[in-house]
């Protein structure tokens, strides 16, 4: 029911505490629930949680993958480079995830597991067929494109900040253009 301003002006508030007010201003009267709603909504929330903690092993593998993707989808779409958040870190947990051990994961992805190390530790660069097989194994639930952007992000913020590869390649260059930018 609406209240109008006039009713709102005719009403002693003068016998209200002001938390009492406080209260009202922020769960309005008409939005409190009574007995009945409060049992359904307790009851719906003690169903979700049984359902939440019966869930199959499967089920729960799922829920942690979908976290690693938005996770990873976030971090590709933010302008921040944060250097934790590697290639590396993302393989790492997503074969973490799936409660697999990194030799069974190599051999799933056809890949040494020497050469599984090396891109989890971040000491190797992903080549694009492993980026497209992490798509396939993952069936698609994590395209390879979000692992590219992971690696690209790598490169981006490794060529704006290495002094040593700027010297390195400075030997290269002569003639130089004269501009000031």
Do not use: C
């Amino acid at each position: 029911m609406k209240t109008n301003r006039k009713e709102i002006k005719e009403t002693d508030f003068s016998k209200f505490t002001s938390e009492e007010l406080a209260d009202a201003f922020v769960f309005p009267a008409d939005q409190v629930l009574d007995a009945k709603e409060k049992k359904e909504e307790e009851d719906f929330w003690t169903a979700r949680r049984n359902q939440f903690n019966n869930r199959t092993h499967k089920q729960k593998m799922y829920s942690r993958l979908l976290q690693l993707k938005f996770q990873l989808e976030d971090y590709i779409n933010s302008s921040q480079y944060l250097e934790a958040f590697s290639f590396g870190f993302f393989l790492n947990e997503y074969v973490s995830r799936q409660g697999k051990k990194d030799k069974e994961f190599a051999v799933e992805v056809d890949v040494k597991p020497t050469v599984l190390s090396q891109y989890m530790n971040d000491h190797r660069k992903p080549t694009d067929e492993f980026i497209i097989r992490l798509e396939l194994h993952s069936n698609g639930m994590i395209p390879a494109i979000s692992w590219f952007k992971v690696v690209q992000k790598d490169k981006e913020h490794e060529i704006r900040t290495s002094q040593k590869i700027r010297d390195e390649e400075s030997k290269h260059v002569k003639n130089r253009l004269g501009f000031i930018y």
